[in-house]
């Protein structure tokens, strides 16, 4: 029969000629290829170091963290030898200045302006903001939440929600450095602070002084950030996909923040909208 | 008042996001349907205008799509499963394997050679060829209305369909499972082996007999009994992922488990079919189209990629249909029209695709490049089919086998337990359908019929026949019984009436489209074993559906049912008789005994020389009721 070896000629000549041509290494694989920035190395962005929970140890010798272990596991993934840690203000990450980095973890959340200077991966978190007081303090609803000062990142989306949704009576203090934020909260500077509800429970599991509230309904993604036009997303997103779906980040997730990402979201109380 | 200190906020939340759904569902298929091109394309087409790719009407990492998309996807392929024809597959076995493993291992070789020689890992490219290799029945219902349902080639593909969609998802959850499952080759093996057989345990065994038992103890209502279609495939997701398998794929199993509960004709299955089409299914569809971006689709890239799928795919599929000439001599016609009802991707292509990039298997340009190639396979399908329907030779109508769809014509209540309980029994052998049309008089007043009805209602839903009785006022009851069982197609009546006389009987018996049994006695429980009664010898025609009667409420294995003859006289307590009777004052004098129930059936096709019977042949026959 023709057709019995016509096609499958076809087919081979196809294939091979799409896998030598043009496409390049695009071709590949089904999951999208990685060009590291430099060989052998996945270059990788995140904020001044530590952010508890996610980033454990310097920038020099990194001892763990969730989003450590996942920069770990990705290069493994996709097959280079180490990963090399960098850190800039988040300020500066979140306005696209990935200064060469591979990639950014350092639990952004894509907006629309971000996007418009950065690419990003599958989300691999959503999480709700989540209200951080000293201990003993309660918020349990908006109307209490106005009357107290709040403390945000600058440049991150919590000052949004805090100035849109919240509307707090007086204006939020801004904050360049998480850790400096945190030290508001606890020496009273300000009543609460907003952080991403996974990263909240991580600063509390750190220090006792400090408790989760409450946190609000909508929950945000969290990706990674990539440099703008950049031919990996695909293969982080395949890699961070696959991630999740073996329970790579679960357990990441359990091992540093001390719970999964499910059941941190389940143990806290909703913010309520009215008395 | 102050209109200018009025605050309008951008529409967002959970209605919105549904209202700018159901405004795809509404619109997307019909304008492309103007085009001739299947809503399914209209669907995710429109997933990719409204998601984050297009105009952007859904946020940036919304869940409430994607996840009501995975129950859309698990629902899609309980459809798959339970909507099969497995009646085909059995009748036409032979064929339908040849073709299966044909239409399977062209495209699964040639998908997964295109994977291995772009270099891809070898779990990528088996599951490339896997979902090359599946199709999906798309237009069916286009061959189906041309009348060439009973093609014997037509049948073998739909028959084949069974072979293709399981093998494609064994194969995805085989790769899946070791994927993403931990633990050493060996363990995770282990682990899908167990799967499989807990799986098969329970959408082969467990499912269909709690489905049934829950259908009669607790599905006297639509809702509850659509409400265990949804348990039955969630629970067999469940006990699938328990053991690292895919969910879709226990939902596939659990509709194949069920498919002969849920007739294809059946109000459950419509059910089934409004729910997913107007809802699951649809918001499945717009999320694998929210996944669609023209900036990775038009890429030298993707465009490369679905070229050769769509070689490798169709390529194989039409291999395949060619070889049809030479397996089942099927003619040039014929084997454009398995082309077309085998290259269609959709359900199961989609699926493995969404599974393959969930686990990161596959990138956004294969899953674009999937796209590509389902839109391209069901354009050309579409157009082989039109083109060669016309061509092929309209078989002679199949027989109808008698449980296909077995209508009952209740004139007397006393005899409607027996009469429900025997067309029950009739169409579970065919996985068939139960039609009831309660037959009053006239003179009867609406709040009488609304009792009636909604007593007989109440009986149907005791015996758990899945089936909305109706309810006809007539002075000629025979007539209106005829007219039913023509509108509704029936494949044999069930006429239960006591007084049913020469006339009545003559009428129905000359005009019916189908054997008619008239149904007597006021018996009340399970049916059990068969005898056979010898009523009367001069019949023939009415004796052969008496066996075939008897036989289809008997055992799957055994052999003899219908065959022996008992006399009448030897009817016990709890037994009923189904016989053929030539002569219609028999209609008038064989009542049944206490207890015992009696089904004749007349025959109006005696010849003038009414031959021998022979020793083989079935004149009347005995139904036990145990």
């Known amino acids: 029969m023709l057709t019995g070896r016509v096609i499958p000629g076809i087919l081979a000549l196809a294939a091979l000629a799409f896998s030598g041509c043009g496409g390049g290494d695009a071709f590949n694989s ?224 359990e091992q540093w923040l001390g719970t999964s990402l499910t059941d941190s979201e389940n143990d806290v109380p909703l913010l309520r909208t009215s008395e | 008042m102050n209109v200018a200190a009025i605050t309008l906020h951008a529409p967002e939340g959970s209605a919105w996001e549904f209202l700018v759904l159901f405004l795809v569902v509404i619109l997307g298929p019909p304008l492309v349907q103007k085009i001739k091109i299947p809503g399914l394309i209209g669907l995710l087409l429109g997933g990719f205008l409204i998601g984050p790719n297009g105009l952007g009407l859904l946020p940036e990492g919304s869940e409430t799509i994607p996840e009501l998309g995975k129950l859309g996807l698990l629902y899609l392929m309980f459809v798959a499963g339970v909507e099969l024809d497995l009646g085909l597959l059995r009748r036409h076995r032979n064929s339908a394997i040849s073709f299966g493993v044909l239409t399977f291992a062209f495209p699964m070789a040639f998908g997964t050679g295109v994977g291995l020689m772009l270099g891809w890992e070898t779990p990528a490219a088996l599951l490339l060829g896997s979902l090359l290799a599946s199709h999906t029945l798309l237009l069916y219902p286009l061959v189906r209305g041309a009348g060439l349902a009973n093609d014997p080639v037509v049948a073998s593909v739909v028959g084949a369909t069974v072979l293709t969609d399981t093998i494609a998802l064994v194969i995805l959850a085989v790769i899946a499972g070791t994927e993403s499952g931990t633990g050493s080759t060996a363990d995770v093996a282990l682990e899908l082996v167990l799967g499989f057989i807990a799986l098969g345990f329970v959408c082969f065994y467990a499912l269909p007999v709690l489905a049934r038992r829950a259908f009669r103890a607790l599905g006297t209502e639509r809702t509850v009994r659509f409400a265990i279609a949804i348990a039955a495939f969630l629970l067999a997701a469940v006990v699938g992922e328990t053991f690292g398998i895919e969910g879709i794929v226990g939902a596939f199993f659990a509709g194949l488990g069920l498919n ?213 006022a007539s002075v000629h009851g025979a007539q209106t019984t005829v007219l039913a069982a023509n509108s509704l197609e029936s494949s044999l009546v069930l006429a239960v009436d006591s007084g049913a006389d020469e006339a009545w009987a003559e009428t129905l018996a000359v005009s019916s489209p189908a054997p008619v049994a008239i149904v007597r006695g006021t018996v009340d429980r399970p049916l059990g074993e068969v005898h056979a009664v010898a009523l009367d010898p001069r019949v023939t025609a009415a004796g052969t559906v008496a066996a075939e009667l008897v036989a289809a409420v008997s055992p799957d294995d055994d052999d003899e049912a219908g065959q022996h003859l008992e006399s009448h006289g030897s009817l016990q307590p709890g037994e009923v008789g189904v016989a053929g009777v030539s002569n219609w004052q028999k209609l008038s004098e064989l009542n049944p005994a206490e207890e015992t129930g009696i089904v004749l059936i007349p025959d109006d096709l005696l010849p003038t020389e009414v031959p021998e019977p022979s020793a083989t042949e079935a004149h009347g026959t005995l139904a036990a009721m145990g």
């Not at chain 1, 979140?94 to 591979?102: F, Q, S, V």
């Not at chain 1, 509307?167 to 850790?179: A, G, I, T, V």
């Not at chain 2, 590509?372 to 069901?378: D, E, H, K, M, T």
Request: hydrophobic share 45%; with cysteine; net charge negative.
């Open chain 2, 260 to 472: 002969r509960l849920v007739p294809n004709e059946g109000p459950l299955m419509h059910r089934i079919d409004f729910f997913g089409g107007a809802m699951f299914i649809p918001v499945f569809l717009i999320s694998v189209g929210i996944l669609l971006d023209p900036s990775v689709m038009f890429q030298f890239e993707t465009l490369g990629l679905a070229a050769l799928f769509v070689l490798a795919c169709l390529g194989g599929k039409f291999i395949a249909a060619q070889l049809t000439r030479l397996v089942m001599g099927a003619t040039g016609p014929q084997a454009g029209l398995a082309f077309a009802l085998s290259a269609p991707q959709a359900a199961a292509t989609l699926a493995a695709t969404d599974v393959g990039f969930s686990i990161g298997l596959f990138g956004e340009s294969v899953v674009n490049a999937v796209l590509v190639v389902i839109l391209v396979s069901v354009l050309v399908a579409t157009l082989v089919a039109d083109r060669e329907k016309g061509r092929v030779k309209r078989p002679t109508p199949e027989k109808k086998a008698l449980g296909e769809r077995v209508l009952v014509a209740v004139s007397d209540f006393e005899g409607a337990p027996l009469g429900l309980r025997l067309a029950r029994a009739v169409a579970a052998r065919e996985a068939g359908v139960v039609d009831v049309v309660l037959l009053l008089d006239t003179d009867t007043t609406g709040h009488e019929r609304q009792a009636a009805l909604d007593r007989l209602s109440g009986l149907c839903r005791r015996l758990g026949i899945d089936t909305d009785p109706s309810v006809r």
């Open chain 1, 30 to 253: 089904a999951n999208g290829t990685f060009e590291p920035s430099r060989p052998g190395k996945l270059t990788v962005l995140t904020q001044p170091m530590p952010t508890a929970g996610f980033w454990e140890g310097t920038r020099r010798h990194p001892t763990g963290g969730l989003e450590y272990g996942m920069a770990v596991d990705l290069a493994d993934r996709l097959g280079l030898d180490e990963v090399d840690v960098r850190t800039t203000p988040f300020s500066r990450i979140a306005r696209g200045h990935l200064g060469g980095a591979d990639l950014a973890l350092a639990l952004i959340t894509p907006t629309a302006e971000r996007d418009e200077v950065l690419d990003f991966g599958t989300p691999y978190i959503n999480a709700s903001p989540a209200l951080l007081v000293r201990e003993g303090t309660e918020v349990a609803d908006v109307k209490t939440a106005q009357g107290m000062q709040f403390a945000v990142g600058r440049n991150t989306t919590f000052e949004s929600i805090v100035n849109e949704t919240i509307q707090p009576d007086s204006p939020p203090l801004l904050f360049e450095n998480r850790n400096r934020e945190i030290g508001a909260v606890i020496n009273g500077t300000a009543d609460v602070a907003m952080f991403d509800l996974p990263a909240a429970q991580a600063i509390v599991n750190d220090d006792d002084r400090l408790a989760i509230a409450s946190k609000l309904s909508s929950a945000e993604p969290i990706a990674a950030a990539l440099p703008e036009g950049s031919s990996n997303v695909d293969a982080v997103s395949s890699a961070l996909r696959a991630m999740e779906a073996d329970g790579t980040i679960d357990r990441l997730s």
